[in-house]
């Protein structure tokens, strides 16, 4: 399990008083960026081999504040062939609490031939070593302070 | 069934050179607010009554570019006591192909109190007026062009 | 001079229940990216030729809100070899009201080779065919209603 | 002077390579919102006094990548009655190389009644304490390495 603090910005939080349920999404895809780098090597902008997203499943648990200390915890909690699924939580670092859970389906994709492909033997092999996992759901595991706030 | 032509902006274009998967988010949303504003005549900033999401499904059928001519199509297709479910289309309105398919379930929600609370005659009329309905997949309907593209 | 009408999203008004300072900027970028593709013909995402911004000056002069329907006035105030500077207005196409002005000074890039280039004849041409102008500042001209709001 | 290391996003890039000059904007954000809760003790959302941005003028000098290690630093350089000054450096925090420049006038503004208002004598002075200072353009100094990727 990768644990990735979140900066939150100002401008994530929209007219309601609250992060907005899209830049949510932006806290996931943080996450996945950090999973794939610490995990995979797959660092800076992808140029030949990455992943598109072609699912995703959100349920949105609670309101997320400016003033909150949140993570992100991230696991791969299934791999197949061509395609790879995230299970994911945006929680509070400081009480635990669960703010929104999201699995999503990501396909490996070769941007230069613009066509999907088999999932390599070296991400497949740290995959596995990492751990495909999925959450117990009581886990509150803390994460470090994020800085710039 | 509302159409909303999306306003596509150069920063929504991600490194891989397509709309980024949570920009999509941004389209969808557009597409519900626009349906708020035109069925339940709920525009602006949401002072006391609107929604807040509990939980979408979409999935990213095809990558979305700049150039392209695209719109949201958005009905409610489940209407429960506090909460509805938005199903949203975006498409190329020249090909009609569809780019990304979302299920959305929203709850009534009262920002003065924070709490949910039942979706109120004057609007539960207004959505059935307005019809609950799925979408045909074979359904292509164009949009008009959007501007400042 | 170039006219483009701004689609505001939700996710564009902050805590405060306006559009965010930076999101400003956004529209400010729509009215740069219609010009370049009316008047210089530049769609989709630039492979080769482009522009990147040097230098902005920004004056936010009134609040914008959700409700409001908004414009970017766009022109070229000035032509040099390897630079060109917008001058632009963000305004409220029913009242006139200017919201914010900006100017800012893009240079002519090569994406291929990296460096900085001579703005092409091609360009110039169409540059000073459309016309090389300052505001009036009295000026406030309308503009068609935006879509999807 | 206050140092904010940055968690950039992967939807930060655009399709130019490099980080968007529109989100450039974020950054600054993100290193005023950090000033103004460590020296003024303003945090969350702001319910009556805050600020809001009367002027921006921002100096792109060097294009911002993914891989990199980016801080923001940020001083308030002129304190007036009703606004400062803010002077704010973009730069890699590995090589000291300073990619972006702004300088940002704020404006005190109370959100209950709507109208700026003079700066508090409490905030004056922790400003004062803090120091009202500019740049040594050779300064280049580091920052904590930023989590998350």
Redesign the interface.
Known sequence: MII????I???D?????HV????L??FF???K??YM?RVLGL????RKE?F?????????LA?V???ENICVRTTVSRLGNKSLTFSQQIYDADTGQIKAASVAVNVAFD?ETQRSVAISDKWRQAIEEHGIENFQVADATGC?P????
């Open positions: 990735t603090p979140i900066q910005r100002f401008a939080i929209d007219a309601l008083g907005n349920n899209v830049n999404q932006h895809d943080q996450g960026v950090d780098q660092s800076g902008v992808w990455g598109v997203q072609a699912r995703t499943e959100t349920d949105y309101q504040f400016m003033e941007f470090a994020r800085p710039g706030h």
